[in-house]
Every structure is written in structure tokens, then in C-alpha cells.
């Protein structure tokens, strides 16, 4: 159990609200954070088999979307892995209409994962990132977000390098591409992925 916690904790150890792309690695070791957002789901165990057989940590951001996968947030938190939110529906129209509207979808996730895991986690990633553009339909809304939820404790991390496994394209070897043509040794890298797909899943092993 306390492994499980020093594993949180260390994952936990980025900077919050600070851009990712300008993190330096401590002491020269190279850091690479590996992040799945939108589950859990049906491949979600198959990423906890191959992150286990290599003996590493990972932070899931999940969402409420598939409500019948919910037993595997304790799975994930027992395994010693980071649970972090992304709001329960992951509906931009909804999230973004308003600060009331975003910070009750995160409360409702965030009271889901404490009910299962014992624990309330304040680490959140903004649904299409803090930069996005999907909110431009109400103009200044990520602004005031970013700055409140910091304000109410939460840490919120981006990502600077992209599997883009979201696309329509999206392939095991475009996955596996995408990642390691962009992992850089002058950085931590904060790889974004999406445990929702069998083809992310396909190309974690090799990642």
C-alpha cells in the first residue's frame, strides 16, 4: 500500500499549471509520463497487463462515459497507478457552457472515484486540453477555468506529445510513431493516449 501511494505521489510530481513543454527532466534522468484519457473501458486491463509486465505507472483521466467498466478505477488505484479527472460526460457543449456546469461534471466524477478508491483525486485534465479550441463557442471560458480550478486545489496537466490515437486514422503503428518521433531528452514528456481504442492498446507494448 505505501508503494502504491509513493507511485501516486511521484507521478504527481510535475509542476501544475506550468506549460509542459518547458519542464526540464531533474538531474538529467529522462522522464516520460505516459497518460490515458476517456476510460476505463474494455482495454483498460489489457493496458494495466502489459504496463504491469513492465513494471510501470501510468495516469488514467477518466470520465463516466461507460459506467459499466467503473469497477476497474479500483483496479487502477489498487495497481498503484494515478486516477486523475476528466469530467463525467466529456460533453464539450455541456462543460464548457458554463464554470457551474464544468466544476459540477468534475464533482461528479471525482465523488465516483472516492466512493470506489477511498480517495478524492485533485488532478484534472481539461476535456480537449487547457489550450482547446472546442470551447470557443463561450469566449474566456478556459481562462477563468484554469484559474479556478487552481483556486478550488486542483492541478490540471496537458500533454506535449500526442499519440493521435483520437484521429479517424488511427493506427497501431501511427500510435507508435507518433510517440516516440516526439519524446524528446530535454523535456519530460507527458504522452497523451486514449485507453478507449484497441489500437492504442495494440502499441503500448512496443511504446
Request: overall charge negative; charged content about 25%.
Amino acid at each position: 500500500e505505501e508503494a502504491a501511494k509513493a507511485e501516486r505521489d511521484k507521478s504527481m510530481s510535475l509542476q501544475p499549471g506550468v506549460a509542459v513543454g518547458t519542464m526540464d527532466p531533474q538531474d538529467d534522468e529522462k522522464v516520460v509520463y505516459l497518460t490515458f484519457d476517456d476510460g476505463p473501458s474494455a482495454n483498460t486491463q489489457r493496458v494495466l497487463d502489459i504496463l504491469d509486465q513492465y513494471d510501470a505507472k501510468a495516469t488514467f483521466f477518466i470520465t463516466a462515459q461507460q459506467p459499466d467498466y467503473f469497477p476497474m478505477i479500483k483496479k487502477v488505484y489498487d495497481e498503484g497507478h494515478t486516477i486523475g479527472l476528466h469530467t463525467a460526460s466529456h460533453n464539450y457543449k455541456y462543460v464548457y457552457s458554463s464554470t457551474t456546469n464544468f466544476f459540477k461534471d468534475i464533482e461528479k466524477i471525482k465523488e465516483k472515484v472516492a466512493r470506489v478508491t477511498g480517495e478524492s483525486p485533485t488532478i484534472i485534465r481539461f476535456p480537449g486540453g487547457s489550450s482547446n479550441t472546442v470551447s470557443s463557442f463561450n469566449p474566456g471560458i478556459m481562462c477563468t477555468l484554469s484559474n479556478m480550478a487552481i483556486e478550488k486545489g486542483y492541478h490540471y496537466f496537458d500533454w506535449n506529445v500526442s499519440s493521435g490515437d483520437a484521429g479517424s486514422g488511427r493506427s497501431k503503428k501511427s500510435t507508435y510513431q507518433n510517440v516516440t518521433n516526439n519524446l524528446s531528452k530535454k523535456r519530460a514528456n507527458i504522452v497523451l493516449m486514449h485507453d478507449i481504442y484497441g489500437s492504442t492498446v495494440d502499441a503500448v507494448k512496443d511504446i
